[in-house]
């Protein structure tokens, strides 16, 4: 009798090591559910069929890529040409943003009227923008065209003619300023709009105001790649280190050099990732 048990049980433990796993699954489970279970039963074991790395759930959100005229579904339109209700002026003390509004579509640097910003706050954006830099300025280094796209009212990309204007490479055209010089110099022919792309992902602080993650940047001008998912120091300062005070989300700033720049705008739309 005793060895009758000992067959029965030896038997037993043979036969469910040899059971494949996918007879343990339901048959009215979906794939990624079956999927998500085996995976979670044997993670060290190599998958043997296509169906076990397939992922169904959750679907991406559906968009329109070209809805508001051009613009994805899903994107805060932040100038189209209208009017400048998205946006403020970044001075002290606020109040309308002063910059003139073209009849093609375009505004223009209001010279000396500062900094206009967006009225809404952003954290981690896509972010794509058109500018054109002004073929009458014809002042030298970071005086020709100079501008600038700032996420978070911090961190700025650089605008600027350098088609036959030097300047240090950290803050030529694409530049994030001062610390990081672009891969190449993208830029089109003075008084050509060109466009950029960029994908930013916001700094994280913890509780006591250490940062605990850099922001990152990568730009894309006129489609080619300028950035590379580069880690920020901190503030893009024009004076002194970058500095890395804990902040939440901020406003996108578009910069007056207050030198006639001249530097024309058109296209702002964003899209959060956060
Ligand atoms: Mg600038």
């Not at 005229?69 to 943003?97: K, M, R």
């Not at 640097?109 to 002004?134: C, M, P, Y």
């Not at 605990?212 to 080619?224: A, D, E, P, R, Y």
């Not at 120091?233 to 939440?248: F, L, M, Q, R, V």
Request: hydrophobic fraction near 30%; charged fraction near 25%.
């Amino acid at each position: 009798m005793k060895h009758f048990l000992a067959f029965f049980i030896i038997f037993g433990m043979i036969a469910s090591c040899n059971s494949p796993k996918e007879e343990t699954v339901e048959a009215n489970e979906t794939p990624s559910e079956a999927t998500t279970e085996m995976n979670n039963d044997t993670p060290e074991q190599e998958p043997t069929k296509p169906e076990e790395t397939e992922v169904w759930e959750p679907k991406p959100e559906k968009i329109d890529p070209i809805a508001q005229n051009g613009v994805p579904s899903d994107a805060v339109i932040l100038f189209d040409g209208t009017d400048l209700s998205a946006w403020e002026s970044a001075n002290e003390g606020g109040g309308d943003a002063q910059w003139e509004i073209n009849g093609d579509g375009s505004m223009t640097v209001a010279d000396k009227t500062g900094d206009i910003q967006t009225k809404k706050s952003f954290g981690s954006v896509q972010l794509h923008l058109e500018w054109r830099s002004n073929p009458e300025n014809t002042q030298t280094n970071q005086n020709r065209s100079n501008s600038g796209v700032f996420l978070q009212n911090r961190y700025e990309v650089q605008i600027l003619d350098n088609n036959d204007n030097e300047t240090y490479v950290n803050g030529m055209v694409g530049a994030i300023y001062k610390q990081s010089p672009p891969l190449v110099m993208a830029a089109k022919p003075t008084g050509e709009w060109n466009s950029y792309d960029i994908i930013f992902h916001a700094p994280e602080f913890d509780d006591a105001g250490e940062r605990t993650k850099s922001g990152t940047l990568t730009v894309l001008l006129n489609g080619v790649l300028i950035q590379d998912h580069f880690e920020l120091e901190g503030t893009t300062e024009y004076i002194g280190w970058p500095k890395n005070d804990a902040h939440g989300k901020g406003p996108i700033k578009l910069q007056d050099h207050q030198d006639e720049s001249g530097v024309k705008y058109r296209n702002i739309w964003v899209r959060e990732l956060d």
